[in-house]
């Protein structure tokens, strides 16, 4: 790990240090996760351990570092890629779904031909 990297988790384990019953409080990765930090694991060993991204350990601490010092814990906002209408929004969307057509619809009538002439 890098120098910052240390840095950040000497940082986060002080902060669950003030509320250390918190593991037992949180579901069982999560609480996991803390244990693991608080007995001296790096973010890389917990990820392998929880078989999880590093970025995944980091966003539990950080959370829960947050909640040991009496703040809300973070909220991740998931927002569609690129290309991505998921949302109709206040507008609407495409068609009568709202998301595009189905592809269900009968085909156009085509008007008839004309009679042939003799």
Known sequence: MTERADE?????????????ELAA???STEGEIVREALAG???YDIAQ???MSEEAVWR???????????QPPV????TGGMGSDTDPGVTGGYGETAFGSL????PTPLPEEPPAED
Do not use: C, T, W
């Open 49 to 51: 351990s929880q078989r």
């Open 41 to 43: 694991f790096n973010v």
């Open 25 to 27: 409080q949180l579901p």
């Open 75 to 78: 909220q991740k906002v998931e």
């Open 103 to 106: 592809g269900n619809e009968p």
């Open 8 to 20: 950040l988790m000497e940082r986060l384990r002080e902060q669950l240090r003030q509320q250390p």
């Open 60 to 70: 539990v601490l950080r959370s829960a570092a947050q909640m040991s010092s009496g």
